[in-house]
């Protein structure tokens, strides 16, 4: 069942390609980007999401019958560029929908976000089924891909599945330029320096979620019968929710000598237009997702590995 990753060495393509080879064979799993990775390990093309032709003869060439289709620009870099963000994030979505429609590709993964979410919106708890209104390009851009994905399912019977997923930490790739990313910056300055500056204010409180239970929410959801999928426009998943002073704190249980100042940048506004807390529960009723880290286990699993790391 040959498997193709776009966007594959952003911060969570790397983790995705890599957790479904070592699920499918590392053969199995078609990596593709615009930039190569450093420390290649298996199969892996160029590719411009725009490039329509370039991707049906990669879907051609390899017999793909599932696609992860990645390929973005997130929020705080998205706002420098709005018309190419919305260009990437959107026409490379539709050009995916559209082949995996005509070639009859099995199953299509698309990762949306909290940034679909806005002021119209519940912050605490956000329900599956609230109003958005999202303040980004980027997170227009994810809300107009779930619609898509609703449609094409529709219309087409085509098996597109969908996460809105949180801020996601890992240790195993960099942060890729969204407003959630003092999360992992915060954890190498700590170690390395000894202090950080955040870019968001002490108290502003995020939905998170821990890269291991990211790439299990997404292969478990893939992993499932399709008649369980009730909702195809995006799923809410949580993890769980923290500010950057709550982070700060349980990193010094860990780094006593750690210091935290906060400068907050533009991307205040951007975190303060989404949600404080998630509600998952419809994600528990129709495939039984559960996260397995909170923050204090999340921080202890991240010094832990980077440490040895660095």
Known sequence: MPILVTGATGQIGTILTRSLREIYGTDQVIASDIRRPINATGPFVMLDILNVQRIYEIVE???????????????ANGEWNPEKTWNINLNGLLSILELARVKKIK??????????????????PTGQDVPILPETVYGMSKAAGEMWCHYYHQRYGLDVRCLRYPGII?????????????????????LSQGAYTCFLAENTRLPMMYMDDAM?????????????????????????????GDLAA?????????????????????????????????????????????????????????????
């Open 107 to 124: 199953k299509v993964f698309f990762p949306s976000t909290i940034a679909v979410f806005g002021k119209t919106t519940p912050r605490k």
């Open 216 to 244: 299990r929410a997404t292969i478990e959801l893939m992993q499932r019968p399709s008649k369980e999928i009730k909702l195809r426009h995006g799923y809410n998943v949580a993890g769980f929710s923290m500010s950057p």
């Open 61 to 75: 060439d390899h017999n793909i019958t599932e696609i992860y289709h990645l390929a973005a620009i997130l929020s």
């Open 170 to 190: 890992g240790h195993d790739s960099d942060a890729g330029g969204g407003t959630t990313d003092y999360a992992v910056e915060i954890f190498h300055e700590a």
């Open 250 to 310: 349980e990193i010094t249980k860990h780094i006593p000598h750690f210091e935290i100042k906060y400068k907050p940048d533009f991307r205040q506004a951007i975190a303060e237009s989404w949600s404080e807390e998630i509600d998952d529960q419809q994600a528990q009723e129709d495939w039984g997702w559960k996260a397995k880290f909170d923050l204090e286990l999340m921080t202890a699993d991240m010094i832990e590995k980077l440490s040895f790391e660095l």
